[in-house]
């Protein structure tokens, strides 16, 4: 059961983390792009910081996964 919560939680918590990230790189995208010139893309000074929000929203999943995954075995030892 503390494997189950401890996984859920850094779960939880690193989607939280990776949203915030994304939504500033978001933000940061679009209010940049007021400023530069037609044809410049705003992406490309915010980069590292969206790849970094993707890898931790994919830990993220990867988490939500193994936290199931020991949920499920929790509850199938208790019916067995």
């Known amino acids: ?7 859920k939680l850094l779960s939880n918590i690193s989607f939280g ?3 915030a990230m994304s939504a500033l790189a978001l933000y940061l995208m679009i209010s940049t792009r007021a400023s530069l010139p037609p044809g410049m893309c705003p992406v ?3 980069q590292a910081l969206a790849i970094a929000a993707l890898v931790v929203l994919a830990a993220s999943f990867a988490l939500s996964i193994i936290a199931d995954r020991k949920k499920k075995a929790m509850d199938n030892d208790r019916t067995s």
């Open 44 to 46: 490309d000074n915010y």
């Open 17 to 19: 983390i990776g949203a």
């Open 1 to 7: 059961m503390k494997q189950y919560k401890l996984f």
